[in-house]
């Protein structure tokens, strides 16, 4: 669906590598969760220079000021998601923090023109949208660079010397350092470019969705900031036993999931499921309804509505489970071996950013009756034009 041949520079995604799963398994689902706490410091220090920056640059107006939602919560995140990747001194780097930003926008917009223009016709369409690639190259380049020849002379600032250690970037270079299969820096980096692509898409697009909840509902905007209490005293441990704010995540997610399908899978070969039906041939790609599961109403009462606290105080079966859950009622994450392992990052980056706002700010639509979500195949996308308004609380 994203062409990766130019997206991705050809990266192969065709390639079942044993050595690559275990990998990515443990440079993200076990250091990447271990070294959380650490940096987390460093993210909520992004977070709150990130938010004072797009406020400024939005529109002042006598009740608040404005911005589009879209942008505002895409580049919010982008920015805490550079120092999980990169760190905070590379990834304050102007134009390779844009570059960041651009990347996931142009891959959605060649997914959507690859599938409505023949296939030689691609590469065309992707100098255009991407203006030659710009963004990619920038990136690879880069990440080449400090994880090849220069890696030795990568440093963060003396305040922060341990923090490089904490970043996916230096920590996929050292895992494979003697390792016969990963052929030098610049394969590390289009792998690393892989993985920013799933990190950076998924969080600001849930956030998008969760602020217009947040948005029509001001008894719930005071109700996380009762549980929040104060950011002074947010500490990692804290902000990961927050109940209503998880169950707010995971409400507005099962609502409205990106994709109405899930654990898309792509047949090596022919293979019949143990029933007998369906056949799938070698090559064709199977998938669950993301939508059904969460919608069904046996496992989720009154599935249509929002009800923010239906994972606190319900009778559902899905009572009290967390926003990270891997679960087959819940299949967001994919399921099994192949979950994302990631989907810790992406909670603690999107909890990050709606405490900071929900603390900071009374926020409401510009429009409450403007639209604010459309739907492609099977994604669910938001308006970028949709505008909301933030107002400063005085504590």
């Known amino acids: 669906m994203f062409g990766f041949k130019h997206t991705l520079n050809n990266f192969n995604h065709n390639e079942v590598a044993l050595v690559k799963s275990r990998l990515l398994g443990r440079l993200i689902q076990v250091q990447g969760v271990n070294h959380l706490p650490k940096i987390f410091p460093y993210l909520v220090k992004r977070v709150e220079q990130s938010l004072v ?3 400024a640059r939005g ?6 000021v404005s911005l589009p939602v879209a942008d505002t919560v895409r580049t919010i995140t982008s920015r805490v998601m550079d120092v999980l990747f990169f760190g905070e001194r590379i990834s304050s780097e102007p134009i390779f923090a844009e570059s960041l930003l651009r990347h996931p926008k142009e891959m959605v917009s060649c997914m959507t023109a690859f599938q409505i223009v023949p296939s030689f ?3 065309f369409v992707h100098g255009i949208s991407t203006k030659q690639g710009q963004a990619q190259d920038v990136i690879l380049k880069r990440l080449t660079h400090i994880m090849g020849v220069r890696r030795d002379d990568w440093d963060e600032p003396a305040a ?3 923090h490089p250690y904490l970043t996916f970037a230096w920590n996929i270079a050292s895992l494979t350092s003697e390792s016969e299969y990963w052929h030098g820096p ?5 792998t690393l470019l892989g993985v920013w692509f799933a990190a950076a898409h998924q969080p600001w697009m849930n956030l998008h969705f969760i602020m217009l909840q947040l948005c029509r509902r001001p008894d719930l905007q005071a109700a996380l900031r009762e549980e929040i209490d104060t950011l002074d005293g947010l500490t990692y441990d804290r902000l990961m036993e927050l109940p209503l704010l998880d169950s707010l995540i995971k409400e507005t997610v099962r609502l409205h999931p990106l994709d109405t399908l899930a654990v898309r899978r792509k047949a090596l070969q022919p ?3 143990a029933s007998g039906a369906p056949h799938v041939p070698a090559g064709a790609t199977v998938a669950v309804s993301s939508y059904d599961l969460m919608h069904d109403s046996t496992q989720y009462p009154s599935s249509n509505d929002f009800q923010p606290r239906r994972f606190i105080d319900t009778e559902s079966p899905a009572r009290g489970t967390k926003f990270t859950e891997v679960s087959e009622r819940f299949p967001v994450w994919g399921y099994g071996s192949l979950a994302c392992p990631g989907r810790f990052h992406a909670s603690i980056v999107m909890k990050l950013v709606i405490a900071h706002i929900v603390m900071q700010y009374d926020m409401r639509l510009e429009n409450e009756k403007a639209r604010t979500l459309w ?3 099977t994604f669910c996308m938001p308006y970028e034009s949709t505008i909301f308004v933030l107002k400063e609380r005085i504590s």
């Open 59 to 64: 529109k002042t107006r006598p009740d608040g």
């Open 53 to 55: 920056e797009q406020v």
């Open 375 to 377: 739907s492609w195949e």
């Open 160 to 162: 922060v010397k341990e």
């Open 271 to 273: 293979y019949t499921f």
């Open 186 to 190: 610049a394969h590390l980096a289009q």
């Open 121 to 123: 016709l691609s590469s």
